[in-house]
């Protein structure tokens, strides 16, 4: 079954508005990626975290893995039109059955 | 560089009927993947292949056979498809464990 968690899994801000979506494991992480799938689309990479702690902005964006490697969030400031899609988390699958799960997914929309 | 295509780009099938997905990667990525993707959800692993000449069995691979003809192409088979199997397919490639994936642009199958 699924290894990463995340929510929420829908989230409707105002254009300008902050966004955050979390992604939660019961089970430490080597690593985490982070997705995001525009409407209609396949899902794009965005970013790859290995390290607790660890904290990488792109822009509007900020991604952050927890201390425990437990657990990541996207934050994004400011949201605009262009953010729509749906966000993933992928975390290493601790079993024989490939290689990353994907979460769930949270899925922007953005009221202009 | 193409990346990752995918054919055909949209199918719709009898139940019964049999078909084949084709997957092609020129980025020279040694992991190949297939994933189902049903509305709202997330991405489930059906089978992923770590290298050529290798394949294994992912989360959802009931239904479904692969083949990883070359280093570039992995196909997906369905020889009796079923309405439950109407999904988004995504193919993506990767260079090798937990670096990013490269999605196809998706099949999206119907089964009537």
């Known amino acids: 079954g699924q290894q990463v968690m995340q929510i929420p899994q829908y989230q409707h801000v105002q254009e300008g508005e902050d966004f955050t979506t979390y992604c939660n494991s019961s089970?430490?992480?080597?690593?985490i990626q982070w997705y995001k799938q525009r409407p209609g689309g396949h899902p794009v990479f965005l970013i790859q975290l290995v390290k607790s702690g660890e904290v990488k902005k792109q822009k509007r964006l900020t991604f952050q893995f927890g201390e425990a490697k437990k657990n990541s969030s996207l934050h994004i400031t400011a949201t605009q039109t262009t953010d729509v899609g749906t966000y993933f988390c992928?975390?290493?699958?601790?079993?024989?059955?490939?290689?990353?799960?994907f979460g769930d997914g949270t899925t922007l929309t953005v009221k202009p | 560089n193409a990346g990752v295509t995918q054919t055909p780009k949209f199918q719709v099938l009898k139940t019964g009927q049999s078909m084949t997905l084709q997957c092609a990667q020129d980025?020279?990525?040694?992991?190949m993947y297939w994933y189902r993707q049903d509305p709202g959800m997330g991405l489930r692993l059906i089978y992923y292949?770590?290298?050529?000449?290798?394949?294994d069995k992912g989360e959802v691979p009931n239904g479904y056979n692969v083949s990883r003809l070359n280093k570039r192409e992995f196909s997906l088979r369905l020889e009796s498809a079923a309405p439950s199997q109407t999904s988004v397919y995504f193919c993506a490639s990767e260079l090798s464990s937990y670096n990013e994936q490269f999605f196809g642009p998706g099949t999206r199958l119907t089964v009537l």
């Open positions: 980025m020279n990525h040694n992991s």
């Open positions: 089970t430490t992480l080597s690593n």
């Open positions: 992928a975390g290493p699958r601790n079993t024989n059955a490939g290689k990353s799960t």
């Open positions: 292949s770590a290298s050529e000449g290798t394949t």
